[in-house]
């Protein structure tokens, strides 16, 4: 069974940093591209960052450009999320998941609250 | 990179066809087909119900169907069933190697 379990959410202020973590399994992760989207609480779906199957090729979405790194670790069977400079904007909940059909994800993790705010 | 353009809402009764639009530009849904649909659940993680324009993931029932025309994909879903009700989202690759969703749609099946 694929699941993939987000963690590392939380309060933090404006300007701060935190770092996502995502543990995935019952798949071949190093297999697949891998995916962060974000939900502000009531608003829709925002796509935030990609990444390939070795970290080679890595996309992100042009409001979190220069703040956001993603990565992976494939020996963990991990993805994640780091994210600086935090802005009040930045409040969502935080989904991980697989692009396991062409650019399309069709397994997503319960997802993390981020709650920026001083 | 603008988010696609959805209806807010969509309504049906039981056993009638929707169909949601998507409008995007010819820098996403216009350049490729690859266009996908996400159901969510209050609450829940979002379900993808339609991927490259048209194709179904297994476990999806057929009365979903996708199409694409120009810069606008579609979403019919036939049939409607009270547990169709949700929100849906589509969501497409863009000429910048991103992908951007749309809006949302609220379904209420009446």
Sequence with gaps: EVQLVESGGGLVQPGGSLRLSCAASGFTFSRDWMTWVRQATGKGLEWVANINQDGTKIYYVESVKGRFTISRDNARNSLYLQMNSLRAEDTAVYYCARDGVPAAQNYWGQGTLVTVSS | ?110
């Excluded at chain 2, 993931?57 to 547990?83: C, D, H, M, W, Y």
């Design chain 2, 1 to 110: 990179q603008s988010a696609l353009t959805q209806p807010a809402s969509v309504s049906g009764s039981p056993g009638q066809s929707i169909t949601i639009s998507c409008t995007g530009t010819s820098s996403d849904i216009g350049s490729y087909n690859y266009v996908s649909w996400y159901q969510q659940h209050p609450g829940k993680a979002p379900k993808l119900m339609i991927y490259e324009v048209s194709n179904r993931p297994s476990g999806v029932s057929n009365r979903f169907s996708g199409s694409k025309s120009g810069n606008t994909a579609s979403l019919t879903i036939s049939g409607l069933q009270a547990e169709d009700e949700a929100d849906y989202y589509c969501c497409s690759y863009t000429t910048i190697d991103t992908r951007v969703f749309g809006g949302g749609t609220k379904l209420t099946v009446l």
